[in-house]
C-alpha cells in the first residue's frame, strides 16, 4: 500500500504526514460474508497479529488465542465503539479471510 513504510537501499522512509496502516479494500460486488458475532471473552491471552488502520470509523484485527484464530471488529460511532468477532477457525482460514477483508472480497 502506498501509504505505508517504503524501503529503498535498506533506508525506511515513514511518510511525515500520520502513519497509517493498512486499509480496507473497497467491498467488491461478489463477496463472502463474515458471519459477525457479538464479542466473547473466550481466552485469557489475545494477540493482535495484524490490524488495520484505526483512521477509518470502522477498523478490524486479525487476532490470535491459542491455535485458533478470528478477526475483530470494532465499529465506532459517536464515540461509542461496538466490538465484533469473526468464528474462531484454523490460523490458516482466519489468514485467507483476513487477506479477503484486505482486498474487498470479504467483509
Ligand atoms: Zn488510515
Redesign the pocket.
Known amino acids: 500500500m502506498a ?1 505505508r513504510e517504503v524501503e529503498t537501499d535498506g533506508v525506511i522512509v515513514t511518510p511525515v504526514s ?1 502513519y ?2 493498512r ?1 480496507v479494500g473497497v467491498l467488491q460486488a461478489e463477496h463472502e460474508k463474515i458471519e459477525w458475532r457479538a464479542e466473547r471473552p473466550r481466552a485469557d491471552r489475545v494477540r493482535v497479529r495484524e490490524h ?5 470509523a470502522t477498523f478490524y484485527e486479525l487476532c490470535q488465542a491459542g491455535g485458533l484464530m478470528f478477526i475483530r471488529r470494532t465499529h465506532r460511532v459517536m464515540g461509542k465503539a461496538t466490538v465484533s468477532e469473526s468464528p474462531w477457525v484454523l490460523a490458516k482460514e482466519a489468514q485467507e479471510l483476513w487477506l479477503g477483508l484486505l482486498m474487498g472480497s470479504a467483509r
Open positions: 501509504d500520520r497509517h496502516s486499509h488495520t488502520c484505526d483512521c477509518k
